[in-house]
Nanobody, 121 residues
Framework: VQLQASGGGLVQAGGPLRLSCAGS????????MGWFRQAPGKEREFVAS????????VHTDFMKGRFTISRDNAKNTVYLQMNSLNPEDTAVYYCAAGWLLSPRLDAYNFWGQGTLVTVSS
């Protein structure tokens, strides 16, 4: 499956942004989908993941209440709604597909190219 992340851009602190991850080549409906991010000079870190039914999600604790992952299998797309953004959220955001609902990078077999989110203060 090929993944294409989009929706990144420049946003002011406190504002919202919604990222999308579109799958192609194969349906993403059978995969666990995840979002990760990598800030400049830092390692890639887990943000959230969702199982194939959309009924179970895992969010990093400090992102709970601000970030929400969801999916629309009919559109072959996964979303990350981000609210109350702050400059520390500036990073390249990646979507990924795998078979385990896990925060581990090595649990995901397919990765998109990333979309840059920049939050200005």
């Amino acid at each position: 499956v090929q993944l294409q992340a989009s929706g990144g851009g420049l946003v002011q602190a406190g504002g919202p942004l919604r990222l999308s991850c579109a799958g192609s080549g194969r349906s993403v409906s059978s995969y666990v989908m995840g979002w990760f991010r990598q800030a400049p000079g830092k390692e890639r870190e887990f943000v959230a993941s969702i199982n194939w039914q959309g009924g179970s999600t895992v969010h990093t604790d400090f992102m709970k209440g601000r970030f929400t992952i969801s999916r629309d299998n009919a559109k072959n797309t996964v979303y990350l709604q981000m609210n109350s953004l702050n400059p520390e959220d500036t990073a390249v955001y990646y979507c990924a597909a795998g078979w385990l609902l896990s925060p581990r990078l090595d649990a995901y077999n397919f990765w998109g190219q990333g979309t840059l989110v920049t939050v200005s203060s």
